[in-house]
């Protein structure tokens, strides 16, 4: 059974950080594109990275670029999202998902997209507040 588990939520000042994971069961999350979501009270659900398969290809939304890093650990099966310098407009729920669709990652709009994701965690919940 496929199973994404995201961790690594929780309340943080401003200017903190916190690292999420992603944590696959059931395949091999190297074998797919990887992305995080994010979804704040009252706001459309907003992409904010994906990361190709073996393409070295990561794109990031405009409003974490800089701030967020995507990471692969193929030993344990994770996908990393370590978060820095946040701000309260990152307070929100965020969802890992992964797609087959392995050419997602030559538009960036698409990757960023949730549409074409086949699998996705529960999600984990982010707090920035002082």
């Known amino acids: 059974q496929w199973q994404l588990v995201e961790s690594g939520g929780g309340l943080v000042q401003p200017g903190g950080s916190l690292r999420l994971s992603c944590a696959a069961s059931?395949?091999?999350?190297?074998?797919?594109?990887v992305a995080w979501f994010r979804q704040a009270p009252g706001k459309e659900q907003e992409g904010i990275s994906c990361?190709?398969?073996?393409?070295?290809?990561?794109y990031y939304a405009d409003s974490v670029k800089g701030r967020f890093t995507v990471s692969r650990d193929g030993a344990k099966n994770t996908v990393f999202l370590q978060m820095d310098n946040l701000t309260p407009e990152d307070t929100a729920i965020y969802y890992c998902?992964?797609?087959?669709?392995?050419?997602?990652?030559?538009?960036?709009?698409?990757?960023?997209?949730?549409?074409?994701?086949?699998?996705w965690g529960q999600g984990t919940q982010v707090a920035v507040s002082a």
């Open positions: 998902a992964v797609t087959s669709f392995i050419r997602i990652t030559s538009d960036q709009k698409k990757c960023l997209s949730p549409y074409r994701y086949d699998a």
């Open positions: 990361a190709g398969k073996d393409d070295g290809i990561t």
């Open positions: 059931g395949f091999t999350l190297g074998d797919f594109v």
